[in-house]
């Protein structure tokens, strides 16, 4: 599975991003990403559902999110007040992984 995630925004404006591959990450966090992603049940929601009508308040985050799997494809543009709730422990994870790499130098936020 292919995950590309970048989120920005909130009263710092941070700009987090990440790119992973389960093919080439710890099996532990592979086997914790494809978890979340199940238990979200990205695949079933719509982008229309999600997509934010308005900017919203000066401390939302704004999400981008594309999951490849298989022949399974989805790319989602969301914010904090759009995104149902089964997606909030994946964003965590992601977020935590983003500043991981930011940590190790192999992305700047």
């Keep these: 599975m292919h995950i590309d995630f970048e989120s920005s925004g909130g009263y710092a404006n941070i700009k987090l991003t990440y790119h992973g591959n389960t093919d080439t990450l710890p099996e532990e966090v592979a086997n914790k990403l494809i978890q979340l992603v199940e238990s979200s049940r990205i695949f079933d929601l719509n982008e229309k559902e999600v997509a934010p009508g308005l900017s919203g308040p000066p401390d939302v985050l704004h999400y981008r999110l594309v999951i490849h799997e298989g022949n399974k494809r989805i790319s989602l543009s969301f914010n904090d007040i759009t995104a149902p709730n089964s997606l909030h ?18 992305s700047s936020p």
């Design 89 to 106: 422990p994946l964003l965590t994870f992601l977020q935590e992984l983003a500043w991981e790499q930011i940590r190790k130098g192999k």
